[in-house]
């Protein structure tokens, strides 16, 4: 149904009717029209919010200015633009989305709001969408649906339609527009995707017309309706390219794009994410058709996606991801300093990796090591990471010079007084670590805070040899650190509010993904993944294959398999790792002696070409000698895929119901924070308790049980764990989480 003027106050009421007055109210005082001359503005300025988004009300807001302006006779030509200084419109209200998924909603009514954008593109007058900053989902759409885009050269200014990162599709036509804009390949790429677009980009593809400087988009915004306002014209949808319309008048050829990227989809996702597969569903069946019938197939489709778990699921991560970045790490008002001047010391792939990372978010950094032959290697590591970001067009030649001259290496203390940070990451050896803090303490200021990225030993025995343990704190990056999200910060016993809340707020500025942990042995995210890879070893043991058993959890969810894992991580560090927690835990975490025999044999995994895998040209092949390493017996017939899965899985669900039940995290969340960012789980589950959650305790407590008997106590149900199955409870009731 297309809402039109004279239909607009019958439905209004219906709208309004399930409204908060104050609901309105805010969209009146967050979007209203200016007149410049012959051209009409109008402003989006979310109040009280950094960001703009598309909630019921502001939408009908927006549907009413729209009709003020059309009114007028003296409005020529019309410009969209937000006030904030580095968002657009952010895009949908996520929170009514989960409410609406929550209730019964209909297809009709969400073509009510569809209408809003359809309305706006059919104006008489010509319309500009002005987008500085990020314009996402819903503001992505309605920029779609004006006649022409403008956007500034900022690197703030990201476009994209990212819905299938919440498992839906875009919902408000952009299914549609985008299409006739730029064509169907290119459009493909970015809903399926998520991906977003900077400026340039985005006029290479056609997606935005004009790029200009942000202190100008207003005035050239203005200049430009003022010109369409002379002339009236209207954008004519022409634009395909020879490509597309050979596509377009071949039988056939629109359903082979999209058979072709339905199989890419799957050969990625393994068909576990919805979102993407029905998107092109949806511009299969109506690419080149009228628009009319395209936006009730998508608006169907939209509301068929909402109610599925894997949305729920990745709606819920994205509040758990929104709830980290509002969170300091601390209870309390407690500040933290900034960061602009910090060191490595370590030079090896892992302190190369952070000080590249430092060096890219505009910190200087001095990179120490014992001698000028393994600085040159950090410097290797950080111009590789660099490069790539050259040889993708993300980054300019020049701005990497720039970002490598921030890296100063040095084999002294020298400058070490005037920073505010250093990080060690030395060898995984306690008096190695011990020895360089003990040296630290006499050459940094009594400001300077100082982090391990140790990934199992603890801080409160590293933090002993210092005289000030409360500055003392554990920062454990993820491998490769320019990829991995997550940064576990460790509070010792001493560990002062102040220490961790720099941490945190520092983590943010470099892009990760941070959560507060305890110190204890492998803190939260390797404690969990500890009895998961030694059940890999023990499931090769019983005949499963390497390939079998990968298979199995990559088809789960998981990025990896846990035998592909352990081969990137390496079998002497994930065998020196699994030692530490034996020795803290005891027999459930005893790995079987075949790991150390592996290790002895230099079968180290990736790094040296050979682990549980034989890697050559970045391809994986199964080894046979390998497999009688392991001595390999035939696999059982009772020991099916499916039992696999929840050997491997049930033991991480476990352990991380012991960090709970320890305290070794503030809230339940902070696990599947964890987890998600840390090991990339399944994102789609909701995260590791999350999914145990949709099993429910009984059920885990049941399989448990039958694995104790049959595999002995390694399987034994955590305390926390038999009490939630008896009181018939989820994890999420236990603690408070970010929600």
Not at 298 to 309: D, G, H, Q, R, S
Request: proline share 4%.
């Amino acid at each position: 149904m297309e809402l039109t003027r004279e239909t607009f106050h019958n439905e209004i009421k219906n709208f309004r009717s399930q409204m908060k007055p104050e609901a309105v109210s805010l969209a009146e005082q967050s979007l209203f029209l200016e007149k410049k001359g012959s051209v009409g503005v109008i402003v989006f300025d979310q109040a009280g919010e950094k960001a703009n988004k598309l909630s019921s009300a502001n939408m009908i807001r927006f549907f009413e200015l729209l009709c003020q302006a059309e009114s007028d006779p003296t409005i020529k030509a019309l410009v969209v633009i937000s006030k904030k200084p580095s968002i657009f419109i952010a895009g949908a209200d996520i929170g009514e989305i989960r409410t609406l998924a929550s209730g019964s909603t209909s297809a009709d009514s969400l073509m009510k709001l569809q209408s809003v954008f359809t309305y706006l593109e059919n104006l008489p007058i010509p319309s500009i969408a002005a987008i500085h900053g990020a314009s996402m989902g819903g503001g992505t759409e309605l920029a779609l649906g004006c006649d022409y885009r403008m956007a500034t050269d900022s690197p703030q200014t990201k476009i994209g339609l990212p819905e299938v990162m919440l498992g839906l599709i875009p919902g408000w036509g952009g299914t549609q527009r985008m299409p006739r804009l730029i064509g169907l390949e290119k459009s493909l790429d970015l809903i399926l995707t998520g991906k977003t677009v900077d400026s340039g980009k985005a006029k290479k593809m056609g997606l935005v017309d004009k790029i200009v400087p942000a202190e100008y988009l207003e005035e050239r915004a203005i200049a430009w309706a003022n010109e369409l306002a002379q002339t009236g014209k209207k954008r004519v949808y022409e634009t395909r390219s020879l490509k597309e319309k050979i596509l377009g008048t071949v039988p056939g050829g629109t359903w082979l794009v999209c058979d072709q990227a339905r199989k890419q989809v799957m050969e990625k996702t393994k068909g576990n994410f919805p979102a993407p597969l029905k998107a092109i569903e949806v511009i299969r069946k109506t690419y080149g058709g009228p628009i009319d019938k395209g936006l009730k197939v998508e608006a169907e489709a939209f509301i068929e996606l909402m109610v599925t778990p894997e949305s729920q699921n990745l709606i819920h991560v994205f509040y758990l991801n929104e709830g980290v970045k509002k969170d300091k790490g601390v209870e309390g008002k407690v500040s933290s300093r900034t960061v602009g001047h910090a060191a490595v010391i370590g030079a090896g792939v892992m302190g190369g990796g952070i000080a590249q990372l430092f060096a890219a978010k505009g910190v200087r950094v001095r990179l120490k090591d014992v001698n000028w032959d393994a600085i040159m290697k950090g410097y290797h590591v950080a111009k590789k990471i660099f490069q790539k970001s050259v040889d993708r067009r993300k980054m300019k030649s020049s701005d990497l010079d720039n970002a490598m001259a921030r890296i100063e290496g040095t084999t002294q203390y020298t400058g070490f007084g005037k920073l505010d940070l250093v990080v060690e990451a030395a060898v995984e050896n306690m008096e190695v670590k011990k020895s360089i803090f003990k040296q630290l303490e006499e050459k940094v200021a009594e400001t300077t805070f100082l982090a391990t990225n140790t990934s199992s030993l603890s801080v409160t025995e590293l933090a002993s040899v210092t005289r000030h343990p409360q500055r003392v704190v554990g920062m454990h990056f993820f491998n490769p650190v320019d990829k991995m999200l997550l940064v576990e910060v460790i509070r010792g016993a001493q560990t002062s509010d102040e220490a961790v809340a720099t941490l945190v707020a520092f983590s943010k500025v470099l892009g990760k993904t941070p959560i507060v942990v305890k110190d204890s042995p492998g803190f939260v995210v390797n404690r969990i993944l500890g009895p998961y890879l030694n059940e890999a070893i023990h499931l090769l043991m019983e005949g499963v294959r390497p390939r079998e058993m990968d298979a199995v959890i990559e088809q789960f969810g998981m990025p990896m398999g846990p035998c592909a894992l352990i081969d990137e991580v390496g079998l002497d560090v994930a065998s020196k790792v699994s030692q530490v927690l034996y020795g803290a835990f005891g027999e459930r975490m005893k790995p079987p002696a075949t790991m150390a025999q592996v290790v002895e044999q230099k079968r180290l995994g990736k790094k040296v070409g050979k682990g549980i895998y034989i890697h050559n040209n970045n391809e994986r092949h199964e080894d046979e000698e390998m497999l009688k390493v392991f001595g390999t017996k035939p696999r059982a017939t009772d020991l099916t895929d499916e039992v696999v899965q929840r050997r491997l899985i049930y033991l991480m669900i476990n352990e991380a119901s012991r960090c709970v039940e320890e305290g070794l995290v503030r809230q339940v969340s902070d696990i599947d924070v964890g987890m998600i960012f840390g090991t990339g789980f399944a994102p789609f589950r909701g995260g590791l308790l999350k999914y145990a959650d949709s099993l429910g305790a009984e059920t885990i407590l049941s399989d448990l049980d039958v694995f104790v008997r049959k595999y002995g106590n390694r399987f034994q149900p955590s305390k926390l764990l038999q009490e939630l199955a008896v009181n018939k409870k989820k994890f999420y009731d236990t603690k408070e989480s970010h929600q």
